[in-house]
């Protein structure tokens, strides 16, 4: 991987390839929204219990205009602002060549979270397109379009000419996210205006599901795949597997978006090609999962110290899970107990946040001590602040998928609505305290991260700084 170019290309220091300001702002922001987007779920999460506790007059502090500020500001605020600057950092490590444009890119980083910000200020007043994932106004979905065009057009452009004539899985998996979320963006700007009725739904699925599937998914799976081996200091399980993963998501993912729409009027042929790709989506899930955990193979002893490990392989484990929710999900006689209730928000928690927000933090973990020449201020408080996010997002996964079931086996019975209601509150109330702990748990992350930007630089201690375990040669860069 970006470790063997050191052998193979001598006198190349890869880290002064890196263009760290870059990288850091993208990061800061990154942190910041880890403090505010998952808050506001938890605000929400209060109000299934007491309704009125924000108050009742204010209209922008209702649940349904809310909502979108957690969703968007989790997905385009913590999310996507932790992966871009981390891929500022792997890709010219992973090329051997710097980025092109160096003075685009911090305008860049600003540029994309002014303009989050701006959209996520605007939702509570109404400025809302009505689509999941696709609320933002018009002046906040170009300049965001923009960014994502320019930073594809740098990447692409560093790939084009790296050193190393093997193409990394890694890199194959941003070429996907990049390329294809440029095109999905442009879908999400002219959707609200063009299309309409059944036809507005049925593509409204597959943008939100692009979004999910052609955006954070291949990007979670960028992440993992380089910082996962040099974590541990092993080369990637299987190469060719990797690449199984990579091609099953392309061919099967882009079918699944109406898999939420069953018993709809949209066609029950384009129903049913979402079932059958949606099963067919174990293919890169199992891919991916015997890849990450035959790549920690004999790594397990040291385990216990390696946070940015531990991150990653937590997430992966929540994926596990919540990939299995999701196919079996789109199955007819599954969805039928399950469709509208907490099963599905389960699943979402699951894979959005337990896996690649988590994978993000992992990523975040390793990268930033290095982007600050620091070590780590302190093991212990990331130590709790990884065990913190883990039992709040394992509850809540645990929670809302009883919930779910129970619920919806409840309104198959024919028990009144507003009885369900009430036999859910318990659950609910779990799952506000499962996310309270997550939160204190993100909080702990982002202060030890601030601290390790403000110690002293820890001199003469650049084993500990930079001491992830060497990847063995022809290991994972192959």
Known sequence: MAETLRGRFAGIDLDELVDWPVVRTWLYWGMFWL??????????????????????????????????????????????????????????????????????????????????????????FGENNGLEAGEFPLFAKIPIFLVVATATAQFLITIARRLEPPLYVALWYLIGAFVWTTMNLVLGMILPYTISGINSAAFHGLYLHYIVGLWITPAGYVLIYNFLPISVGNPIYGHKLSLVGFWSLALFYPFVGIHHYLYSPIADWAETIAIVTSMLLIIPVWTVLVNFFGTVMGRWDAFGKNLPAKFLIMGSLMYLVGCFQGSTEALRSIQQPTHFTDFVISHSHLTVFGTFVVWAMGGLVYVWPRACGRELWSFTMGNWAFWLITVGISTMGLVLTAAGLQQGFQWMAGTEWLDTVISMRPYWLVRTVAGVSMDIGMTLLVINMMMTALTRPAEAREGAVFGAAPVPAGGAGR
């Open 35 to 124: 403090l505010v987007a998952p808050s506001v779920g938890v605000a929400l999460s209060g109000l299934f219990n007491y309704p009125d506790y924000l108050g009742t007059t204010n209209l922008g502090l209702t649940f349904g205009r809310l909502r979108p500020v957690h969703v968007n500001g989790v997905i385009f605020g913590a999310f996507s602002s932790l992966f871009i600057g981390e891929c500022y950092y792997l890709v010219p490590r992973l090329c051997g060549v710097r980025v092109p444009w160096p003075q685009w890119s911090v305008p860049l980083a600003w540029l994309w979270n002014v303009s989050v910000a701006a959209a996520l200020i605007s939702l509570p």
